[in-house]
């Protein structure tokens, strides 16, 4: 009788946890990544999303070989309580980025000296002076931060193909706001320069990547 109680009032914090989270979201403090537009060390709160634009501000799971991404070998526990999204993902396997092309974009870098989207210039920071160009599949993003050398799918072309991609069931989630009360951010001036840009083409089923080489992230 006491195992069958307690198993009701884990389930029953379970349920009242999940339903906590998806009306105000994960809270997460910034890193140096998405400065100017969001200052290290503001707190966010992340959300899931059904709907992703171009511009938003979101936490994601890279591909395992980008930079600071590593394999969770956390306990069974951990990653279950991950995947019903009362955890934040292991530690080092989730960035802070925005999203610079959705499906059917033309990202293409960069004559002159800009990184374009569908032809309009964007503030994405461009790498290494690299050359590439890619049509952004269904079911995928094409991912960078706001401040130079930051995480990128711009960093992974060449050698990673799809996977400098990030697929849509590895964003945790969108950050619909940041700071407190009295510390707030203008999220929404981040991602203005993306808003305005012409929709792309219709998505091709697997993306289309022309890059030479990748530069050093």
């Given amino acids: 009788m006491v195992a ?55 936490v994601v799971e890279p591909h395992p070989q980008w930079a600071g991404a590593r394999k969770d070998s956390s306990s069974r526990l951990n990653r279950a309580m991950r995947s019903l999204r009362l955890a934040s993902p292991a530690q080092g396997t989730r960035m802070l980025t925005r999203i610079v092309g959705v499906p059917g974009d033309e990202v293409r870098c960069c004559a002159d000296g800009r990184v374009l ?44 193909g799809s996977g400098a991609l990030v697929p849509r069931e590895r964003v945790v989630g969108k950050s619909y706001s940041a700071g407190w009360p009295w510390a707030r951010v203008d999220l929404a001036r981040g991602a203005a320069p993306y808003t305005g840009i012409a929709p792309g083409s219709t998505p091709p089923r697997d993306p289309i990547i022309e890059a030479a080489k990748d530069p050093a992230c």
Avoid: I
């Avoid at 105000?24 to 200052?39: F, H, I, K, N, W």
């Avoid at 590439?132 to 931060?145: A, D, I």
């Fill in 4 to 58: 069958l109680e307690l198993c009701a009032a884990l389930l029953l914090a379970v349920v009242m946890a999940t339903a906590l989270t998806g009306l105000t979201g994960r809270p997460l403090v910034a890193d140096d990544s998405m400065q100017p537009a969001v200052p290290e060390g503001t707190r966010l709160w992340v959300k899931d999303a059904h709907k992703l634009a171009r511009g938003d501000l979101v």
């Fill in 117 to 160: 989207v569908n032809g309009a210039a964007t503030p994405a920071p461009p790498t290494g002076g690299n050359f590439f160009r890619v049509v952004v599949p269904e079911g995928f993003y094409f991912v960078s931060t706001d401040a130079p050398g930051g995480a990128s799918s711009q960093c992974y072309l060449h050698r990673l």
